[in-house]
DNA sequence: ATGAAAGCGCTAACAA
DNA sequence: TTGTTAGCGCTTTCAT
């Protein structure tokens, strides 16, 4: 395979197929004028030279860059990259092709929404799962680039996503329906420290779920700690050390579920025997470990998301902007009824 | 935060400040020849209008897209993600986007390399894992856009990555060390059903290891499945099928070491014990299940990567264009000496 | 120190 | 059906 040293440029192309550039852009993009023959004898003139037409140049004309944006706090996360994966999946074979904008930090959120660089490089803008503030999700629209939430809703932007609040609640259900009284509860906070909107909606659903059986949540029984399996480990050492150990805990994603029985482990307890504990999302490392949890389709919200920002590209709005996919309650060895051997 | 309908142009900031576009475009880009003043009331401006220049028309004048490209097999395995957060932060600070590239099926790959659109697209590309053909890999090459090779080799591209035959060699050093004399290895295919660089590179290390201690490898201690859990559940089951079942067995990767185990556990068998197991990566999980394994810094090689495209950029060349980086037997509970108890 | 103007590679009128 | 031409928003000479 001979590739010249200089990219070909369309003028190149009109000049060896002997036709004039505006043809050749016809031919190229498909457009009607061109008589068959002609287009065809261009197109093997391009595919030739090994043309690719500049993004830039037609850009700058068109108004259309090429390319979706996405906006996540992490890529290398199982939910984040799986999500991702799914936007990839619904892009393959559009042509377009994904900008990754990682905003971890809070100065790289500052800088991502002071210039919105997005505006001059995106024709659209998929957010995964980052809670904007106010004024963060204001910024975001009234550019000609439509944005689409996938995980944490922003207003007025379609949302794709599941209901945590319910998820959770189901979850903690299941604990009190196998007779589980004294459940605790393991708070995830983020890179900077609060807790997202999933996690704020999970809990939500936790408390709902025990207030339904007029179970006391004491203050003891809701221990915060950083997300993953570390902070995981230590809310499980700081529950253990409470004076009236709980039976069963509530965690918000399955990473922090593991960290919490691999304290169990080292503590001589028996998850599901002596504590139950529960994971969310269905991680697959949860089947592994025979973690009960809350499955959602990530791939899916992802594949969603972009498909979305298809639709809003080419159209101008989003036909159902609000889709809420479906949990499933997993059971799995990590819980059973308390005092059960 | 309100922020103008319509992007802001230069020519927009250009009147508000009553000076002339070109004076903008040096200010904005701190070159010489703007008296502090004016340079500051310019860029108080900008800040004002939420200015951000259109990479599409500036690319157009420099040639530099402002982008770099990620070509990769995958983007939600746990090596790629990892290896891109690695980039991610070498690019930190850069104003360099990253452009995802995915080559997953054959047909992904075929489109790439006919139209390379990276040449218009990125500044530079960064190869991640993808193990090319000698036709591809002359194709990248001969642009203005340098390469960098991460994990798998690019002739005459930068590179970095592990010594995979080394790390192999070691792993398997260890179980003749424990006494093991019948080691089986499970090889793992890709997507298009063949085997990448590294794993050709690892069982060259397995095989060079066993013949230094003269040790026999039977055909059928040699299993091929497809990379994962599955394939290595798979796998592990051929093997316990054999007449001679091996007392240690040797894996590509740390997922498939997992789906090993599973097998193993599923058939009353306890690893270390029985079986001895070796992973190849640790993986988050390595830990977790208290597998052997071989280290490898992951991250970190996305970060040189990325500190080598941007090297290249500036100034045309990589000073050190081979970065092999070490590493590092981990001994945990699935590697014992054979028939201990 | 500042301004005017050419042009990067395309697309989209408009002409022929 | 084909060709000619005016920009898109910038950077970069070249004047001033």
């Known amino acids: 395979m001979t590739v010249p040293r200089r990219p070909a440029t369309m003028a190149d192309v009109a000049a060896r197929a002997q036709v004039a550039l505006s043809t050749v852009s016809r031919a190229l993009n498909g457009r009607p004028g061109v008589s068959p023959a002609q287009a065809e004898r261009i197109r093997a003139v391009a595919r030739e030279l090994h043309y690719a037409v500049s993004p830039a140049a037609s850009g700058l004309v068109t108004g259309r860059s090429g390319a979706v944006g996405v906006l996540l706090p992490h890529i290398d996360q199982w939910f984040h990259s799986t999500a991702l994966a799914g936007l990839e999946d619904a892009l393959r074979g559009s042509g377009l092709d994904v900008l990754l ?16 660089p997005f505006r001059r490089r995106v024709d659209a803008l998929v957010v995964i799962a980052v809670s904007l503030t106010a004024e963060e999700s204001s910024a975001l629209s009234g550019h000609g680039v439509p944005v689409v939430a996938v995980s944490s809703r922003i207003p007025g932007a379609p949302f794709v996503g599941i209901d945590d609040g319910a998820g959770a609640a189901g979850a903690v259900r299941h604990l ?3 007779g589980h009284r004294r459940i605790a509860v ?10 997202g909107s999933a996690s704020t909606s999970r809990f939500a659903g936790f408390r709902q779920a025990m207030e339904e059986r007029k179970l006391p949540v004491p203050p003891e029984y809701v221990v915060s700690a950083p997300w993953g399996m ?10 253990l050390s409470s004076a009236d150990i709980p039976t069963a805990v509530f965690t918000e994603s399955d990473e922090v579920a593991i960290g919490a029985l691999r304290t169990l482990r080292r503590s001589n307890l028996v998850a599901g025997r002596d504590i139950s504990v529960m994971g969310f999302d269905n991680h697959s490392m949860a089947d592994l470990m025979d973690l009960s949890t809350v499955a959602q389709p990530v791939r899916e919200q992802g594949r969603i998301g972009g498909q979305m920002a298809l639709e809003a590209m080419e159209t101008g709005s989003v036909e159902q902007p609000e889709t809420v ?3 499933r309650l997993i059971v799995r060895g990590t819980t059973a009824a308390p005092g059960a051997e």
């Open 101 to 116: 904008y990682r905003a971890e930090s809070a100065a790289d959120r500052a800088a991502f929404f002071q210039s919105l």
């Open 186 to 195: 393991i708070r995830s906070t983020n890179a900077t420290g609060s807790f």
């Open 176 to 178: 009190t329906n196998l």
């Open 230 to 239: 570390e902070g995981g480990s230590e809310a499980m050492a700081a529950l």
């Open 325 to 327: 996919l479906p949990t």
